[in-house]
């Protein structure tokens, strides 16, 4: 009887720390593997309470019991909260080094104990605090020599044009635009999706940026002062873009002159040739610095597209795309502005601009079922949202809209999407539990639908919305904010 408790409390401590250390790193992954973000920066702290500190209390407190809560209460608990997770955790190799070495350092503690008959209760704490601790300092080395080898394979590249591109709003826009225009023209590659750390910048050069690329074009992002500036000095891009700067983030950086401060980080690069900053950021003059935005006129933006005429050096663009939102001229513009730096003629530039494809998840209308969608899952910022929400008004049928709104703001630019959105919709979902109380309490339309997570949204969609509906998806953040 009593081997058979010793192995049930054996068996029980390893899986109770693997299931701990699965919800520790699943976190780190979400917050970009920064254990202050975790702790400090969390969009639903309460979670740390349900599934980390009160299992963790429970182990220590309840003794023999112990087995009982953790079979019927923590188990089903943390596999309900996985399974409900729109984002879960991709197991990299850094996520696969640090469970392996977690679970050795579980059992070995675990058997330690178990034949020195020394530990009254298996400890919990100390291996997850020593995996953390032993699996960061194994990939801060790691990164070290992959850095040091994407750094000399950029090195080896002498003739490769690097492009880097920055701003609060529209970076990966602007990275897609330039990217298909200048592919016109010459071998070009741009860093896919959202990658816009300086880990994710460093494997994709390692990984995917081929030897016979011209043009590299990639973003870079931050979450504070300073990270623009590492990444501008291990990628020293001669071409460099700053895109519309505002609140986004703002939590992070307290102000908006933190914000612009460090995106102009990126005019540090040390073999900077030319940058074009867009006037919201800075009107202060710079020998290399072109500012754009006040160069565009005429803009035509619908639900079949967007035409405007760009000048230019005295020469004007009459542009047209199936590139949807008006905020989109802008992105475009700089994109011509870059071309045009490359030495791409006028009729190149304009059958570019009207080739170019919509970024996924952006602005990008699908017709399914009768149903008009506009999916903006991936656009966060408040100018953007309320472009997709003037498209939609230009909708004769029922328009419906499904949002978060406004994550990493401030309450008064929710207040204005709110304000927009009740003007235009005829059905509103909000998910998620971030602004719930603050939507709820100010829309008024008539038919308002509340989603704590994004499980029962299919159901909810195909009983609300009908044939000749337009169905804008607003900032589709992830379920753990």
């Given at each position: 009887?009593?081997?058979?408790?010793?192995?049930?409390?054996?068996?029980?401590?390893?899986?109770?720390?693997?299931?701990?250390?699965?919800?520790?790193?699943?976190?780190?992954?979400?917050?970009?593997?920064?254990?202050?973000?975790?702790?400090?920066?969390?969009?639903?702290?309460?979670?740390?309470?349900?599934?980390?500190?009160?299992?963790?209390?429970?182990?220590?407190?309840?003794?023999?019991?112990?087995?009982?809560?953790?079979?019927?209460?923590?188990?089903?608990?943390?596999?309900?909260?996985?399974?409900?997770?729109?984002?879960?955790?991709?197991?990299?190799?850094?996520?696969?080094?640090?469970?392996?070495?977690?679970?050795?350092?579980?059992?070995?503690?675990?058997?330690?104990?178990?034949?020195?008959?020394?530990?009254?209760?298996?400890?919990?704490?100390?291996?997850?605090?020593?995996?953390?601790?032993?699996?960061?300092?194994?990939?801060?080395?790691?990164?070290?020599?992959?850095?040091?080898?994407?750094?000399?394979?950029?090195?080896?590249?002498?003739?490769?044009?690097?492009?880097?591109?920055?701003?609060?709003?529209?970076?990966?826009?602007?990275?897609?635009?330039?990217?298909?225009?200048?592919?016109?023209?010459?071998?070009?590659?741009?860093?896919?999706?959202?990658?816009?750390?300086?880990?994710?910048?460093?494997?994709?050069?390692?990984?995917?940026?081929?030897?016979?690329?011209?043009?590299?074009?990639?973003?870079?992002?931050?979450?504070?002062?300073?990270?623009?500036?590492?990444?501008?000095?291990?990628?020293?891009?001669?071409?460099?873009?700053?895109?519309?700067?505002?609140?986004?983030?703002?939590?992070?950086?307290?102000?908006?002159?933190?914000?612009?401060?460090?995106?102009?980080?990126?005019?540090?690069?040390?073999?900077?040739?030319?940058?074009?900053?867009?006037?919201?950021v800075t009107d202060e003059p710079h020998e290399k610095v072109t500012f754009f935005g006040?160069?565009?006129?005429?803009?035509?933006?619908?639900?079949?597209?967007?035409?405007?005429?760009?000048?230019?050096?005295?020469?004007?663009?009459?542009?047209?795309?199936?590139?949807?939102?008006?905020?989109?001229?802008?992105?475009?513009?700089?994109?011509?502005?870059?071309?045009?730096?490359?030495?791409?003629?006028?009729?190149?530039?304009?059958?570019?601009?009207?080739?170019?494809?919509?970024?996924?998840?952006?602005?990008?209308?699908?017709?399914?079922?009768?149903?008009?969608?506009?999916?903006?899952?991936?656009?966060?910022?408040?100018?953007?949202?309320?472009?997709?929400?003037?498209?939609?008004?230009?909708?004769?049928?029922?328009?419906?809209?499904?949002?978060?709104?406004?994550?990493?703001?401030?309450?008064?630019?929710?207040?204005?999407?709110?304000?927009?959105?009740?003007?235009?919709?005829?059905?509103?979902?909000?998910?998620?539990?971030?602004?719930?109380?603050?939507?709820?309490?100010?829309?008024?339309?008539?038919?308002?639908?509340?989603?704590?997570?994004?499980?029962?949204?299919?159901?909810?969609?195909?009983?609300?919305?009908?044939?000749?509906?337009?169905?804008?998806?607003?900032?589709?953040?992830?379920?753990?904010?």
């Open positions: 009887m009593q081997n058979y408790q010793l192995l049930a409390a054996f068996v029980t401590n390893v899986v109770f720390v693997m299931l701990l250390g699965w919800y520790l790193i699943t976190n780190l992954q979400w917050y970009d593997y920064k254990i202050e973000r975790v702790i400090f920066k969390h969009h639903k702290p309460y979670w740390h309470i349900l599934y980390f500190i009160i299992p963790f209390v429970a182990y220590y407190t309840t003794g023999k019991y112990f087995i009982i809560f953790f079979i019927f209460a923590f188990l089903p608990a943390i596999f309900v909260w996985y399974k409900k997770l729109d984002k879960k955790l991709v197991l990299t190799w850094r996520v696969k080094r640090f469970l392996i070495l977690l679970v050795s350092l579980t059992l070995f503690q675990d058997i330690l104990c178990t034949l020195k008959e020394g530990c009254a209760t298996y400890g919990v704490l100390l291996p997850l605090a020593i995996a953390y601790i032993g699996s960061t300092l194994i990939e801060k080395y790691l990164f070290t020599i992959y850095k040091k080898e994407a750094k000399k394979k950029l090195k080896s590249m002498q003739d490769l044009q690097i492009i880097c591109i920055t701003g609060s709003y529209g970076k990966t826009s602007i990275k897609n635009f330039v990217a298909q225009i200048l592919s016109e023209k010459f071998s070009v590659y741009a860093t896919p999706r959202s990658v816009n750390t300086l880990g994710g910048i460093v494997a994709d050069v390692n990984n995917n940026l081929q030897e016979n690329t011209q043009i590299y074009v990639c973003e870079a992002g931050a979450r504070e002062t300073g990270d623009i500036e590492i990444i501008t000095k291990f990628l020293e891009p001669q071409t460099v873009v700053v895109g519309r700067v505002g609140e986004a983030h703002i939590e992070y950086f307290k102000s908006l002159h933190n914000i612009i401060t460090t995106k102009l980080e990126i005019i540090k690069s040390p073999r900077l040739q030319r940058a074009f900053v867009h006037t919201s006040d160069e565009i006129s005429d803009v035509e933006a619908t639900l079949d597209g967007t035409a405007f005429k760009l000048s230019i050096d005295d020469e004007i663009y009459e542009l047209h795309t199936n590139i949807l939102g008006r905020f989109q001229t802008m992105n475009i513009a700089v994109a011509v502005r870059v071309a045009k730096a490359f030495g791409m003629t006028h009729k190149e530039i304009v059958n570019a601009v009207k080739k170019l494809e919509p970024v996924e998840h952006r602005l990008q209308l699908i017709k399914a079922g009768g149903k008009i969608i506009l999916d903006d899952g991936y656009n966060g910022n408040i100018d953007g949202m309320l472009e997709g929400i003037r498209l939609c008004s230009l909708h004769d049928g029922r328009k419906v809209i499904v949002t978060p709104g406004l994550v990493e703001s401030t309450k008064e630019l929710n207040l204005q999407l709110i304000k927009a959105i009740n003007d235009v919709f005829d059905i509103v979902i909000v998910t998620g539990a971030l602004n719930a109380e603050l939507f709820n309490k100010n829309l008024k339309v008539k038919n308002k639908i509340m989603l704590s997570d994004k499980s029962a949204m299919v159901d909810v969609l195909a009983n609300q919305t009908n044939s000749g509906d337009i169905i804008l998806f607003a900032n589709d953040a992830p379920n753990f904010i």
